[in-house]
């Protein structure tokens, strides 16, 4: 993938998102909302009955189109857009079949059972070749977007990645990659380097098609043990964010702001904060903002959080999505005027069910609140 530089695209009109990440103060929290292209949008359902999900992923002009869709609707109350795909076409690249099942999500027919199953992964993994598909996409969008926000690309992390392939789904228990890491730790250690590569491979990609930001998902993180987290999780997370700046600047590509979203693993923030070379954390919405600026270095922190309001307050009426983003608020500002280091968002996806009209209510009172007072 060859680096396209900024000005082959539109010059950039909202910097928000991109001044909150490196930790500056802002004249009021830029907004974005995890999973916001997605099925609660008429307009997404309407596109999806036409096409199969990672049919979508896979044409770019598709996976441009479902980008653009919440810009077009929330203009000027959404600060990002965050490319169209699907944490799971790295498991794809490494040659594994994914199904995206209606009413059941994803579905892998022939997950990693024991470690001799490795052998079926791809050895050498082009992601110039297996993911052209998602660098296409985000160079249309960035050109679709015509400045008007920020671009995000993404991927799983390793350890969410490896459970996927070896579960074959979603799981409650995440019985059967937990045991690789008790039976196999060592084995399982070589399928999260592997996996780690081509993570790093395509988020530097990402970024030389266009991405201005880049968050690491691991969605799965909360299921370990903290002990565990810290083998088969957070070595992993570390490696992609420093080879992903090594390889940038070897290039001499401009670093771009990277996030973790580590779901559930609130007991590590404090390390993450100090250790894993991220400049932005994620947060869900089972800490507190005071807590969590607490633990994360203090106002003076060198890390921006992200977050963290309760998905399901876009189910209790507007009353209630008025009251808690002002909570929410109030907590991240953390006694100041104007907001420093925060991205508004949920604490986890948006979901199915969810009113659009509601979801506007919720951004609008973003803006409201997280301003000066």
Known sequence: MAYIAPSEFPPLR??????????????????WIMRQAGRYLPEFRELREKHDFFEICRTPELA????????????????????????????????????????????????????????RLKQNVDVNIELKYVFDAITLTRKGLKGEVPL?????????????????????????????????????????KRVTDVCVDFLVGQV???????????????????????????????EIASSVRAKLDAESIPQVPMTLFAKGANHALSSLAAESGYDTL????????????KV????????????NIDPNILYGGRDAIERE??????????????PRGWIANLGHGITPGVDPDDLKWFLECVHKYSGSD
């Open 14 to 31: 909202n910097d928000l998102l991109l001044r909150a990440a490196k930790g500056e103060e802002t004249e009021r929290a830029p907004v």
């Open 64 to 119: 441009t189109e479902i980008t653009l869709q919440p810009i077009r609707r929330y203009s000027g109350l959404l600060d990002a857009s965050i490319i169209f795909s699907d944490i799971l076409v790295v498991p794809q690249a490494l040659g594994m079949e994914v199904q995206m099942l209606p009413a059941k999500g994803p579905h892998f027919p022939n997950p990693l059972e024991v470690p001799e199953d490795m052998s």
């Open 152 to 192: 995000i690309g993404f991927c799983g992390a390793p350890w969410t990645l490896m459970a996927y392939m070896i579960e074959g789904g979603g799981s409650k228990t995440l019985n059967k990659s937990k045991s690789w890491i008790f039976k196999y730790p060592e084995e399982s250690k070589v399928l999260l």
């Open 208 to 238: 030389k098609a266009g991405a201005q930001l880049l968050q690491v998902f691991d969605s799965w993180a909360g299921e370990l043990a903290p002990h565990d987290f810290a083998v088969f999780s957070a070595p992993y997370l570390k």
């Open 282 to 293: 994620g947060l869900d919405w089972v800490i507190d903002p005071v807590e969590a600026i």
């Open 296 to 307: 994360t270095g203090g106002p003076n922190r060198r890390v921006a959080l992200q977050g």
């Open 325 to 338: 983003v002002k909570r929410m608020a109030e907590g991240f500002k953390n006694g100041g005027r104007r």
